[in-house]
């Protein structure tokens, strides 16, 4: 009976959280908050529920016993604090200083002009983004996707996805920003522009990056990079077009899109080779309900039994400049967990989670929870403040509010400070930032140059005849 009165009692908080989602939003579908709470209130909490009524099929049953109603409570408590602290910002923002709305009110308010000094500079971005993933394939030596096609070699697929990204001697998160970054970017950028003119040389350019980015997101066979910018490619088109409410039709279309294209990912390339396609179904079912929450009973169960709270040491260091070396939770809580594979240096996995129970492995619950304010502001207030730095260029901010969604909905399976804080984020902002800013200084320069070379009129001379 519990099962069930916990499995009932999640989905109808996970529904009124989504209505709460959409209300804070003004009725609109498309947010940053709203990729975050189909994240953490949906799916984690879903989750969160199959872990406490202990029928995930996965091995750690003590584990679930122990943890899993609390895990279940934790995720339910996160998610609403984070909705919390979102409609407080919400509320301040809309009555001191903007005003209005800003999720998607901006794109369909505004008419934008299609700049061609824009289009140049973005398209110089995307041809260096093109050239960054060809030295990335040149470095790595074995493109993960080439060799499982190809069935060559003897490591296994997830030795060669950590030997091309976590374990890669030239730093995998530089290659990324441009792969999984600047290209995505540059391809919705042009969508927006074909959109206008489906007919047009944007609608080529756009699949030209459209495929490129699709091969970057692939290459090293993580599923959750596709998968995500497929999703926000047709969250893009839609919103170019003025939609701002999917039907319910195509959402369900896209859920099943996203469920078939996983449970293929596991069939040919990964893990399920060889396996029936009904069991790659179950997997990737499995995967997405379960497995992003589930490394949580890890997390509680390892902090503070195993090793005291790490207290700000499970924070990124950029450039060492904090007098810390930072402790890579998720591989050590692997390590741990399956010391096994750890012992015969088989690094192809780590055990991240939402953002949550990262910062609890640094603070402890008390840290958790000031987390989730922290959360729920920033994803609220991010869109407005990109509205203000793409003032210069308006047609950048679809495309960086799409990514902002991907990294707000990538808060359910790791850290904020990996996401909508990380370095790489704040450099892909600054950059398409700086796009802006650029293309109106060179259009006020050309103009100005006009102005210069264009004679004035002359004025007629002489008295008018009576």
Known sequence: MMPVLILLSTLLVALLAMRLTFWINGGSRYSPLAFAAVGLVSLNLLGGGLIASG??????????????????????????????SAWVVDRLWTSKWAGRRASSEPLSARRLEPSPVVAGLMLAVGAAGIAVMILYFLQVGTV???????????????TLRSLATTEFVGGYWRYDLAMSGAL????????????????????AVFGVFFLLASLAAVASLLKAPLVLYLVLTLVVGSMARGRERPSPMAVVAVLFAIFMLAAMLYR????????????NMARALNRILVGQVYPGLFYMDYFPAHESFLLGRGLPNPAGLLPHTPVVVAREIWAHYFPHDAAFGNQQGNVNTMFLFSAFANFGWLGAGIYACVAGGIVTAAPRCLELLTRPAPELYLPLFALLCRESLRLSVTSLEQTLLSVPMMLLVVMFASVGVAAKVIQGVVRS????????????SGRRSP
């Open 268 to 279: 040919f390339l990964m893990s399920g080779q060889g396996l029936p396609l009904w069991e």
């Open 144 to 158: 993960p996707l080439v060799a499982a096609l190809a069935g060559v070699g003897d490591l296994s697929t997830g």
């Open 184 to 203: 995505p970017v540059v391809s919705w950028f042009f969508l927006v522009r074909a959109v206008r003119r489906p007919l047009g040389r944007d609608a």
């Open 449 to 460: 140059d006009r102005q210069i070379r264009t004679p004035a009129p002359r004025r007629e």
């Open 55 to 84: 029928i995930t099929g996965r091995p750690f049953k003590g584990l679930e016993v122990r943890y899993g109603l609390f895990l279940w409570t934790i995720v339910m408590a996160g998610g609403l604090v984070f909705l919390g």
